[in-house]
């Protein structure tokens, strides 16, 4: 586990213009001093990523977040209410602020988001600077929840990575954005439609915004969140060459099994997934991966969204 040291130690590098990974309550992030062009161009060559794909800005708080973005009243009043904790929101950047374009991936807007989790806070904190931080994983594959994880899929990027132990929430953040004309959900996640209803009473989904608007959350491509197995949904039964992942008691006869919850709880399955699917993709001798159905609500939204990508033919 990080100590203080070894904090002060990635807060130095982020300085440096170096890459640090670092837990958050949902994944692992990938950071880099968001105000500095050669470090965030460093995240996308880590990873892999089109420079199409903007990124999230991390900041210790909403007085920080101020200087990168113009932010509403309604906008205020939401964050206020959500931060620190799994919710970004995309909102218009300030004319001028000290952000690398690169963040922004070219366009006039940028993601912000306040982390709960005292490590990030922490380096934050020390860093002196924002965060810019895709998930640490390479582009299109599962997002990592522990820092095994990140140190298997980035094994030879140089980067420094802080053991925070396992994320507690496990899936991302959720993502909305506001304009004049309302608020949209780009990302499900962490906060729940309900929860975010109580702040927000209308709330459109991308998808029913989709065929009118350019794709809102550039990153939110249908094949990601990729194992090497491929995936099938909904599954009843197990196929021979199929590893399970199972929510409630699982299928009988399945030989190899991760569970995401005996007892059916979606945070808990929450927390499991991206470990689970980590876990079934590293075995060898099968071919695909039968998830049992997990229920369209509250967190299992999320749930859903990430096998749906994590299904889908790759590109
Ligand atoms: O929980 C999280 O959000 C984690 C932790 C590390 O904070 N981060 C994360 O980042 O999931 P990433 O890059 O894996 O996903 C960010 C998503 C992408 O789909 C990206 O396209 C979208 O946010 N995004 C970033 N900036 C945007 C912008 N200005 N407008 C629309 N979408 C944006
Ligand atoms: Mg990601």
């Given at each position: 586990m990080a100590d203080r040291e070894g904090i002060s130690r990635a807060a130095a590098r982020l300085r440096e213009g170096g890459l640090v990974a670092f837990p958050t309550e949902t994944v692992y992030g990938l950071g880099a001093?968001?105000?500095n062009a050669d470090a965030v161009a460093g995240i996308y060559a880590a990873k892999g990523r089109p420079s199409a794909n903007p990124l999230i800005v991390h900041v210790g708080n909403l007085e920080q977040a101020a200087r990168y973005a113009e932010i509403s009243t309604v906008a205020r009043r939401v964050l206020e209410h959500f931060w620190p904790g799994p919710l970004t929101i995309v909102l218009p950047r300030k004319a001028g602020c000290a952000l690398a374009q690169a963040v922004s991936a070219g366009g006039d807007t940028v993601a912000l988001r306040v982390p709960a989790h005292p490590l990030a806070q922490t380096l934050l904190d020390e860093a002196g600077c924002p965060i810019a931080a895709p998930?640490?994983?390479?582009?299109?594959r599962i997002s990592p929840t522990t820092a095994q994880h990140v140190l298997n899929g980035l094994?030879?990027?140089?980067i420094l990575i802080l053991d925070g132990?396992?994320?507690?929430?496990g899936l991302e953040s959720t993502i909305i954005q506001l304009t004049n004309d309302g608020a949209t959900l780009l990302r499900p996640g962490g906060i729940t439609p309900t929860e975010l209803a109580a702040v927000i009473p209308k709330l459109r989904d991308a998808e029913a915004v989709k065929p009118h608007a350019p794709?809102?959350?550039?990153?939110?491509?249908?094949?990601?969140?990729?194992?090497r197995l491929s995936v099938r949904l909904n599954a009843m039964e197990v196929r021979p060459d199929e590893a399970l992942l199972a929510?409630?008691?699982?299928?009988?006869?399945?030989?190899r099994v991760a569970q995401l919850s005996e007892g059916g709880d979606l945070a808990e399955a929450a927390h499991r997934l991206f470990s689970a699917l980590h876990a079934l993709d590293e075995g060898s001798g099968y071919a695909s991966i039968a998830v049992m159905p997990i229920p369209q609500e509250g967190l299992g939204l999320a749930i859903n969204d990430r096998l749906k990508r994590a299904a889908a033919p790759r590109q």
């Open positions: 001093d968001a105000t998930s640490a994983n390479p582009s299109g094994p030879d990027a140089g132990g396992p994320c507690v929430n794709l809102p959350a550039p990153g939110m491509l249908e094949s990601h969140y990729a194992p929510f409630g008691p699982a299928i009988p006869g399945a030989v």
